[in-house]
């Protein structure tokens, strides 16, 4: 079958009746032609180790003397995968050719779980280039997106208008402000498509091209973006990234085979935008792309880099709710919430349409607080033009507290737990548990209760910081209210195999501080 977007072929063969102790002999051969608008260049980065065992393995690469090919074997990181025997050698023949065979025996199987590092950071890997330095690629790249990068009159005329909305002259210089409205309203205005055929698997379209078709894939988007930043007298460079689902390489030989992805470095401000990513705010990058590798095209000092991890300061949410009792466990909410980084780029893309927005918050909101009919809801930081997305709501719940032969409970007061079950429901693991990305949530519930109503009393105060992060629950009480405040601050990024037992301990912990009841009686006078 071949892929709609790209022009490389799969053959699938399937075995519906294998049994245990079946062995399966697979062969294969490439053979490498010009690549079309990379003549003379080849790159390959092979995953030696998979989720199956391997009773043997060979591989054998052959090439003129002067073909300038480089290969080399790099082992599994940490030594998580092993083998009886892999190795690789390498002989030169009469006739002028070079050989190369990589041997192996006894290959273990990866494990695979929820969330475990990907294979591509346990395995071995065998790197082919004809490419002989970081150099040699940037220098590569730059000269093959340089014709690509087209100026078209309505483009001048744009990033004018752009600049004009803003207050700004030319004379004022490279403005921040500037960057970051013409960079969110590009993502928006060009739609991601990848039409990877032939040599556009490698260079991009022209941004003229891009510009009056608006749609684009990373490459297009990304170029397109820096040939308009260009326009308002501000630097950008394309970076080429291997995301995270694909995995970090150890000291990778040059190639572009190293690479999946394409973004925008602005080097006046340190800063890395992903345009396909429309949600996503200036400076805030998406979790494929957070600690990813990458190299940016830049000729004067081109080295494999790691992009900015994510930051619990950056990501999560800020809220406050206040919730008004009624005796018989009905209530109206009042809530007023800021969401950050990742998060408010997941929000913006569930509430984007404006036609379904209030029923999809709602929806949301019934995750929560099932029952819930929203009233009425505002919203600003919608475009990510603002680092967050701001949200105010009215609600009402016909039965939010549940009620007691003394008066009601409310269940789960401080918020939602699961968070064991959400990252750590394995008992046991195998691997290395990679999290999604730091977040910060800070979470304030005020209780006001029908008249004369008082706890029974206040749940503990509990509080914990460890190597992972930190959490907090912490009650008070004020005439006719309480309130609670629920503070969680995961900073971990990846949790060992060694590590797990306490980690998965240390939610379990938080969950429990988050299922405790808050109790409330009515009045002594009062009969039910």
């Known amino acids: 079958s071949a892929g709609f977007y790209y022009d490389l072929q799969e053959l699938a063969v399937v075995f519906d009746d294998l049994q245990v102790g079946d062995i399966v002999t697979i062969q294969q051969r490439l053979d490498s032609g010009p690549q079309p608008g990379l ?14 065992p391997k009773r043997r393995l060979l591989v054998s690469i052959s090439a003129p003397v002067d073909q300038g090919l480089h290969v080399a074997l790099r082992p599994a990181p940490g030594g998580q995968a092993s083998a009886e025997s892999l190795a690789l050698g390498e002989e030169v023949t009469e006739e002028g050719r070079r050989h190369w065979r990589l041997r192996g025996a006894g290959l273990d199987a990866l494990t695979l779980e929820p969330d475990s590092v990907v294979i591509e950071e346990r395995s071995a890997a065998l790197h082919v280039t004809t490419h002989s330095s970081w150099t040699e690629v940037v220098r590569e790249y730059a000269d093959l997106v340089k014709a690509s990068r087209v100026v078209t009159p309505a483009m001048r005329s744009w990033v004018e208008a752009r600049r004009a909305e803003l ?18 309203s590009l993502a928006r205005r060009i739609r991601y498509v990848g039409l990877e055929f032939g040599e556009h698997s490698y260079r991009p379209y022209g941004t003229d091209q891009v510009w009056s078709r608006r749609f684009g894939d990373c490459k ?41 992805h394409a973004i925008v470095y602005v080097p006046q401000w340190d800063l890395y935008f992903d345009p396909t990513s429309p949600y996503h705010g200036w400076g805030d990058l998406p979790v494929v792309d957070q600690g990813a590798q990458a190299i940016v095209i830049d000729l004067e000092a081109p080295s494999v880099v790691r992009l900015p991890p994510g930051d619990s300061e950056r990501n999560g949410v800020r809220g406050g709710y206040i919730v008004t009792l009624a005796s018989d466990g009905s209530a109206h909410l009042t809530g007023d919430a800021e969401f ?7 929000y913006r893309a569930r509430l984007t349409d404006e036609t379904s927005r209030a029923e999809r918050l709602e929806e949301l909101l019934n995750g929560r607080y099932p029952g ?5 809801n505002e919203m600003s930081g919608l475009e990510a033009r603002s680092p967050k997305l701001t949200l105010r709501f009215k609600a009402r719940v016909s039965s939010l507290a549940v009620p007691t032969q003394r008066g009601l409970e409310v269940r789960r007061p401080a918020g939602l737990d699961g968070f064991s079950s959400r990252w750590a429901a394995l008992a046991r693991r195998v691997t290395a548990l990679r999290l999604p ?18 706890p029974a009393r206040l749940p503990p105060e509990i509080q914990e910081e460890s190597a992972f992060g930190s959490y907090s629950v912490r009650w008070s009480q004020e005439a006719g209210s309480v309130s609670v405040e629920n503070q969680f601050d995961l900073k971990a990024k990846t949790v060992t195999v060694a590590d797990y037992g306490a980690f998965r301990a240390f939610l379990e912990r938080y969950d429990a501080a988050l299922r405790v009841s808050l109790t409330l009686q009515r009045p002594q006078s009062v009969t039910p």
């Not at 207050?167 to 969110?184: F, I, N, T, Y």
């Not at 308002?232 to 080429?240: M, P, V």
């Not at 291997?242 to 690479?259: K, Q």
């Open 220 to 260: 297009d988007q990304s170029n397109l973006l820096v040939t308009m930043l260009s326009l308002a007298g501000i630097e950008g460079r394309i970076a080429l990234v291997r995301t995270r689902p694909h995995g970090r390489v150890v000291d990778p030989l040059p190639s572009f085979a190293v690479f999946d």
């Open 437 to 454: 990305t730091p977040a910060r949530h800070e979470l304030r519930f005020r209780y006001v209760l029908p008249s004369g109503w008082t």
């Open 167 to 184: 207050g700004l002259k030319a004379e004022d210089g490279p403005s921040v402000a500037l960057a970051r409205d013409m960079a969110v």
């Open 372 to 376: 819930l009919e929203l009233v009425s």
């Open 340 to 346: 950050l980084g990742t998060l408010a780029a997941d």
């Open 39 to 52: 003549e003379g260049t080849y790159g390959l980065l092979h995953t030696v180790h998979e989720t199956l």
